[in-house]
Every structure is written in C-alpha cells, then in structure tokens.
C-alpha cells in the first residue's frame, strides 16, 4: 500500500479540483463522496482567514482490492494517526481513479484520493499535516490488519518499532520479513534499511498534477479545435491523442530523460550549461555550492494557469556526469563564480 499526503495552496486549489473531476490517463474517476463545489468552499475560507493552504490531499494506493469496510478501517486510522477532527469524513471529497494493470489483473490500479478542508471554518485553525513517518506507519498497520504483503518503504523500521510497540493486536512477522528480504537484495543491513524512492517530494507530485491537467486541457481543446474545423469526431480524438503522447515528455520522467539526453549528446562540457537554457532549463547554485537545474514552465492560456518554475534537483545527479567538471563549466558559462 501506498499512503501520501501534500497541502495544497490556495491558489492551485483549482488544479486539485480539475485532478479529481478528469480521468486524465486514468480509466475512470468516479466520486464517493462530496462534489467539486466544496474545494471552491475550502479555498474560500482559507482566504478568508489569510492561510497559505486550502486542502490537505491523501492518496491511497492499496496493492490488492479493498471492501468498502477495509476502505471505511483506513480513514479510522488516518483519523487517529493524524489527529484530525473525526467529522472532517463527511466533509471529504473523495474520487477513486483506477488504471489498468499490464497483467489485466484488478487492484493495484485501483487508488483514492481524498480532499478536506485545511483550515477549519469555525476556529480557523490549521490542521495538522502528517509526516512522512505517520504516512509509512499507517500504511504497514494496514497492511497488516488486512492480510496484504507488506511493501517496505523509506521508514519502515520506524514503522515497525512504533507497531511492536503500539499494535500488539498485529503480528509483525510480515513486515520484517519484507524488509529483510528487500535489505538482502540491495547489500543492506536490515536494522537500517531503507527503501530508494519510496516517496516523491510534494512539491514534484503537484508539479506533475498541474502539468497532467495543462496537458488534458490542451488535448481536449485541440480535439473541439479540429471537430470544428470540419475533422471528423474519431479522426480528432485520435490526433489529439498522438499529440498528448508528444507532450507526456514535459512530464517529470520526460523532463528529467531529455536532461540525461541533451548531456550525453553534449561532446564539451562547456557547451551543457548554455544548451539546457536553450532548451527551457535554468541552472543555479543550491546552498552547498552545487550545481542544480530547474524547468521554466510558460503561461498556459488556454487554462489560465501561471507561469511556475519547477526545481528539478542536482545537475550533475539528472546530468550523470562528474560534479566537479560541471562546476566549472557553469562557473565559465556565467563568467565567473556563479551566485545564489
């Protein structure tokens, strides 16, 4: 099971919205509970109290299918675990999306996302936002209470001291044998295991919300572009479509292979830093003296959506070329020792 959570500003409160209500890739998005209305409702009282964020976003992603009792047990431990007012469920959005599995299989496709309120209309208090720990314990717990094989994440020994500790009811054997088996496949030590890549920054999943639903809109405004012109309807559907292909590479995956791309293609490392900025990077330089890259991502008119900046990481790491090498080619680029 995958468990994450973000907060979600006020002013890209409607992108979550648009999240919810479009399939996008997924096959389907059918709502559980609440309407798209009640995000206009939370970003209107967080501006009415002057917060900076409007909606707490939780996804779960359960490896197998899950009853509608299992699904109703993983709020009541959300619930509890993260200390939110146990009315905030009937005030929740929820949409299931669901994508198809490469084995035709059922389940593992099939996730919810749920959408409340950040700030509470009453008290105007901010609720608390989980951590990444609270996330991972929450998980295993369920996993375990429904029988599921435990998938080790970043911090599961932190979750299975917490469930020794905590949930003597649960048989912690599943887990340990999952992290041990995980650790044996990469040289690990058990005791100290952690997962690579379990989780994503937020700021990267909402970045990669925000670039999904431009690209929807845009697929669908092409569509309607076409229909009108005279084109028939499945003609239509079907170029945009091949045009929704060619912008899946301004996505995250896409935007980082095109760096690895450009760099491989690069014969003088001199010459890297001005051929990112030629193709829509910017390069800087973090708190440690590193080279790091982002994405300038334009004004979309058709949506509306403003133009954003999107920090991608360390350079040399996305580049996969030797740090000090490229240090000194930005440092020549910029003529001289670049700043913050």
């Known amino acids: 099971m995958i468990l994450k959570t973000e907060s979600i500003p006020v002013e890209d409160t409607e992108n979550l919205r ?6 996008g890739e997924n096959e389907y998005a059918d ?22 964020d409007s909606v707490r976003h939780l996804i779960v992603s359960p490896s197998e299918l899950l009853s509608d009792e299992q699904w109703d047990r993983v709020l009541d431990v959300v619930v509890q675990e993260f200390r939110v007012p146990d009315d905030i469920r009937r005030r929740m959005c929820i949409v299931e999306h669901a994508k198809a599995r490469a084995d035709g299989l059922p389940g593992a496709g099939r996730h919810r996302h749920h959408g409340f309120g950040a700030v509470d209309a009453t008290t105007a208090k901010v609720l608390k936002m989980s951590s990444y720990f609270s996330n991972e314990y929450v998980a295993r717990c369920l996993e375990l209470e429904f029988g599921h094989d435990p998938t080790p994440g970043r911090f599961s020994n932190y979750a299975l001291r917490r469930i020794r500790e905590e949930r003597g009811d649960l048989d912690p054997a599943p887990l340990v044998e999952a992290i ?4 044996e496949m990469e040289g690990a ?3 100290n ?6 989780y994503r920054e937020g700021t990267h999943r909402h970045f990669e919300r925000v670039l999904k639903t431009r690209m929807e809109r ?7 572009q076409l229909i009108d012109g005279g084109m028939a309807p499945e003609e239509a559907r079907a170029v945009a479509a091949e045009d929704r292909q060619v912008a899946q590479r301004n996505l995250l995956p896409g935007l980082c292979q095109r760096i690895r791309e450009i760099a491989a293609s ?12 030629d193709a829509g990077y910017s390069i800087r330089v973090s708190e440690t003296d590193a080279p790091v890259i982002d994405w300038e991502m334009p004004e979309c008119r058709h949506s509306g959506d403003p133009a954003r900046t999107m920090p991608l990481g360390a350079l040399d790491r996305l580049a996969r070329v030797d740090r000090a090498a490229l240090k000194e080619a930005v440092q020549t680029y910029f003529d001289g020792p670049i700043g913050r």
Do not use: H, T
Not at 218 to 224: C, D, G, P, Q, S
């Open 189 to 191: 030590d058990p005791e």
């Open 31 to 52: 709502w559980i509970q609440g309407c798209p209305a009640q995000f206009d409702f939370m970003a209107l009282i967080a501006e009415s109290y002057r917060k900076v």
């Open 266 to 277: 690069c014969e003088d490392m001199g010459a890297l830093p001005g051929m990112l900025e």
């Open 218 to 224: 845009e697929a669908k405004r092409r569509a309607r």
């Open 180 to 183: 041990r088996i995980a650790a």
């Open 18 to 23: 648009n999240y919810f209500e479009d399939p």
């Open 193 to 198: 295991y952690q997962a690579r890549g379990s």
